[in-house]
């Protein structure tokens, strides 16, 4: 599951990368972590968004597109897995939440 997931997660990410920041409405999407469920049939996807400001814009703008990336990573997988794992995109926050610790550490 682990390595599915981190294959997953890098062709995710050159998905994301060649639809560009245009896209996303000029915010940086990242895709953090994939996590697969043990029959492999679904893949949460977590993604990090800057600046942090646009999360929910982005989010709406994947969960509108989810058919279409999904179609991407079908093309980009059908030679290593039998079926494509249907995606479902969360919000990583651990950035976010370094940052407040980091600055309740300054005060």
Do not use: W
């Amino acid at each position: 599951m682990l390595k599915v997931g981190r294959e997953l997660q890098k062709d995710l990410a050159e998905i994301l990368r060649r639809k560009g920041m245009a896209f996303f409405g000029g915010a940086m999407v990242t895709v953090s972590e994939v996590r697969v469920s043990p029959d492999l049939s679904v893949a949460r996807v977590y993604v990090s968004v800057f600046p942090s400001d646009r999360q929910q814009a982005v989010m709406a703008i994947l969960e509108e597109n989810i058919r279409v990336i999904r179609g991407e990573l079908g093309r980009e997988v059908r030679s290593q897995l039998r079926i494509v794992p249907e995606l479902v995109f969360a919000l990583d926050t651990s950035l976010d939440y370094a940052e407040h610790i980091d600055e309740l550490l300054k005060k």
